[in-house]
C-alpha cells in the first residue's frame, strides 16, 4: 500500500512540474527564446502569428520594441518604425504583440527589453 501511495504521489508531482514554464534569468537567453518563439508564430502555415497577419492582410515592415515582464507577458510594445505598412495594421499587430504570452518566466520584478522587426510580404 505504501508503494502504492509513493507511484501516485510520484506521479502527481511529475505532472504538475510539466505544466510548469521554464524559469530563464539571462538577458541572452530570454531575448534568444522570445525570438525563437515569435519566429515560430511566424512561420508558415501554420504559425499563429502568420495566419492572423494574412487574415488581417497585414504587409510591410515593422520594428518594435518589447518589453516582457516575469510570467513571460508582454508588458510594453512600442513602434520604432514602420515602412510599408499602414497605421491600422501596425496598430492590429501591436495589440497582437502586446497579448502575447511567451511559453517561460523570468524572475520577479525583472524586466528584458528587447527590438524585434517584423516582415510580411502579402
Do not use: R, W
Not at 487574415?55 to 520594428?63: A, C, K, L, Y
Not at 524586466?111 to 502579402?122: S, T
Amino acid at each position: 500500500m505504501k508503494k502504492a501511495i509513493c507511484l501516485l504521489l510520484a506521479i502527481l508531482s511529475l505532472s504538475a512540474y510539466a505544466g510548469k514554464k521554464p524559469l530563464i534569468e539571462d538577458y541572452d537567453k530570454v531575448v534568444a527564446t522570445a525570438i525563437k518563439e515569435i519566429e515560430q508564430a511566424m512561420e508558415a502555415p501554420e504559425g499563429e502569428l502568420y495566419l492572423f497577419a494574412k487574415e488581417n492582410e497585414i504587409s510591410g515592415t515593422f520594428s518594435f520594441d518589447i518589453t516582457l515582464h516575469e510570467k513571460g507577458l508582454v508588458a510594453t510594445v512600442f513602434v520604432k518604425s514602420n515602412e510599408g505598412g499602414t497605421i491600422k495594421s501596425q496598430n492590429m499587430l501591436k495589440d497582437y504583440v502586446k497579448a502575447m504570452k511567451f511559453e517561460f518566466k523570468m524572475p520577479k520584478g525583472k524586466d528584458y527589453k528587447f527590438n524585434y522587426i517584423f516582415k510580411f510580404n502579402q
